[in-house]
């Protein structure tokens, strides 16, 4: 199973984000084909932080989630940059049909990301003082990803070691499911 992040070019045209012109038209088709070509689960939507949370840009967000097409095999998720709290993200994505992403390292995102959704996609970036991930940093993503209840989950990892935090967090929660008894 793979995710697209959607490409600059399917995001940002030179007026802004999400803001339509023949070369971000060009990008989104582009967007849709390759997600069409991997069979992606999922469309990640990863938004400027100077996509506000003010109406006009809402109204942006909406009109562009509404051209992707729809299907029980993919989802859309959002990863808004900027001012955007994860609580007042994750209720604008649930208006939108979509999957807010959420931080499970983050206070205000492990809680958003224990809210009880169907899908769970959390993103991890190490950057700053997150340069690197501890192993008790992994177990908290461990711990955000078995709580969240969810029936699908996916964690992301913005990290030149993304593989190695992904492989270990997958042998961390199957080792929870072990002790439990049950499927990771």
């Known amino acids: 199973m793979c995710a697209l992040i959607a490409p600059d070019s399917a995001i940002r045209s030179e007026r802004g984000p999400l803001r339509v012109d023949a070369k971000l038209e060009e990008g989104f088709g582009h967007m849709l084909e390759a ?3 991997l069979s992606a689960r999922a469309i990640v939507l990863q938004t400027p932080t100077d996509l506000t949370t003010g109406q006009r840009d809402r109204d942006l967000l909406s009109e562009y989630v509404a051209r992707i097409p729809r299907s029980a095999e993919r989802i859309v998720v959002w990863a808004p940059g900027g001012l955007w709290d994860p609580a007042t993200a994750r209720r604008f994505a649930e ?3 979509i ?7 983050d206070d205000e995102g492990l809680a958003s990301a224990l809210a009880g959704s169907e899908i769970l996609y ?3 970036s190490s950057v700053g003082a997150r340069s690197r991930l501890s192993e008790p940093m992994l177990m908290r993503i461990r711990d955000a990803t078995i709580a969240s209840g969810a029936e699908e989950a996916f964690v992301a990892f913005d990290s030149a070691r993304a593989f190695r935090y992904a492989t270990r967090v997958r042998e961390l929660i199957a080792s929870a499911a ?3 008894g049950a499927e990771p």
Do not use: T, Y
């Open 178 to 180: 072990d002790d439990l």
């Open 95 to 97: 208006r939108l049909e």
């Open 122 to 124: 959390a993103r991890v």
């Open 35 to 37: 997600a069409d070509a």
């Open 99 to 105: 999957v807010s992403a959420v931080d499970p390292l």
